[in-house]
């Protein structure tokens, strides 16, 4: 079954939310200036439309999207350095005329490869654990997101001082 809205009509809605907030310290969800006592339905200090919903803290996407971010990052950037890499390769190889491919070259591009798809397998893996992940108390969702994050980034960290070692 779709949701509607109740319409009460704008002053019933308006009363609602001004008995809600004459008894909870409530402050603007945009400038969050407090609004107790408030006297209409409209922030006094920088004039938004104020109203009471039902909302839920499952719906709160901004821990979910930083756990997508560090792979979608590192995907994005490997799969980039691995395509430059081959058009470089590609273009010195048909400008000296020669078969030899140097090897460097491939060990970095096969390394950017290897990253971008254990990226991908991190946001497969993320994208089938979602309600998993969102069924968590907030607090712990920013945890696991920072443990994602810095898991990704130091994987990405240890293969770049790898191949500097190497190369
Ligand atoms: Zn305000």
């Not at 019933?12 to 200036?33: F, G, I, K, N, S």
Request: some cysteine; glycine content about 6%; overall charge neutral.
């Amino acid at each position: 079954m779709s949701c509607a809205p109740v319409d009460d009509g704008p002053s019933r809605d308006e009363a609602m939310l001004l008995t809600w907030l004459e008894r909870h310290d409530e402050c603007c969800p945009v400038c969050r200036y407090r609004l107790q006592g408030i006297e209409s339905a409209r922030c006094p200090e920088c004039g938004t439309d104020l109203r009471l919903t039902v909302d839920s803290s499952e719906a709160r996407q901004g821990a979910w999207l930083f756990a997508m971010l560090a792979p979608a990052l590192g995907m994005g950037f490997t799969s980039v350095v691995a395509a430059i890499l081959l058009v470089a390769v590609t273009l010195e190889r048909i400008q000296q005329g020669s078969a030899a491919i140097p090897w460097q070259p491939v060990v970095i591009f096969s390394t950017m490869l290897l990253l971008a798809l254990i990226d991908l397998a991190v946001l497969m893996y993320l994208l089938s654990h979602r309600s998993n992940f969102m069924k968590r108390p907030v607090k712990a969702r920013w945890k696991l997101a920072s443990a994602w994050f810095i898991g990704v980034g130091l994987m990405h960290l240890a293969a770049g001082i790898t191949l500097a070692v190497v190369l």
